[in-house]
């Protein structure tokens, strides 16, 4: 079947913050073949090219996208015991997340437990190094196989060449050279879950006996956690329209994590300096929470703009209440990036990306 290619599509829908103008052509391909196509389709008409997956992490512009929006549909799951022991799991880059977490915790394969509930695609996953509750795509993936953009090849890479670090690996570092086909997992039959964030393993509690919780109590667990900070996608929740995170954890020198924490206790904030949340890196900085960083900005949970504002569940959600422009989204931004810099010196970075052209031939 040759590849279909619409016009003028709306891509609010296609987000879920819902939010921007729409593409003057839009293709799903749903094969190696059909993302050559479309890659060659656009530059026959010399017209840009920009990728997008599940819509969960992309914030659209309001005048949308005068090129090609390509949507990597590529499906397919399959599993395979490697000689090691452990199984690998090579997912299309269109299949949806949660629903190879789901799958996955089925089989008693450990490894995604802890990345429950996150929507979007799996191809997405090791571009921003997904992670959540203690768990990151970068200690699982195995290989990742794409297509270069430049000369229409297909390469695997290993997880070394991906260079995974928080929220980043060398794709996001180097955007639009690449599109994911396929990510393989190596994952860990009748492992135990990774149980590392304090919040979830208060959430799990002492399960009866000595036993730990199985993955699927864990995957529960998540769940319900993310439900509470309305960070699972459901239409019926009024934070619904978000991008999760909007902004990443700042990692800071120990010397500025102390002056924000003096700082809380001096103008009272916290009663004393170990209540202002800080995780440690590999590094040796620290880690801030943005949310806490926000919320004691003095930009409260539930803040609005009109119709844009704070997830009244999560200060580091920013949402869209309908009805909106995403340059009402991006000026409330700004306005969250500027209080956090004025009040604590510490600058927040974007965590969704902007639909952007890649370069393609
Ligand atoms: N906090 C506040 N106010 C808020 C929100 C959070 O004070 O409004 C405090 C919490 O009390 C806690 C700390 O900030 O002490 C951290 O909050 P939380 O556990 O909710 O996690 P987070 O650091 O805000 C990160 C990820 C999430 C992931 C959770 C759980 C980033 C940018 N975000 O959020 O990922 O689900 O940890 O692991 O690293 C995403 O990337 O889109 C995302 C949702």
Redesign the pocket.
Known sequence: MPLSIDANVPLAPRTTLELGGRARWLAHATSEAEVVEALDWAAGKAVPVAVLAGGSNTIIPDDGFPGLVLVPALRGLSFEDDRAGAVRVTVGAGEPWDALVQETVARDLAGLECLSGIPGSAGATPIQNV????QEVSETVREVRVLRVRDRATETRTPTQCGFAY?DSAFKRDPGKVIVLSVTFALRRGGPPALR?G?LIHALGEPPGSRGPSLAEVRAAVLAL?RR?S?VFDPADPNHRS???F???PAVDTQTADAVAAQAVAEGLVASADEV?RYPTEDGRVKL????L??RAGLA?GTRRGPVGLSTQ???ALVHHGGGRTEDLLAFADEVRDAVRARFGVSLER?PRLLEALPNG
């Open positions: 992670g959540a509750y203690g929220r964030y919040e993310r900070k960070m991008a999760g995170s902004f990443t954890n949340p929470a943005a949310g806490w926000i919320e949970k999560h200060a580091l965590e």
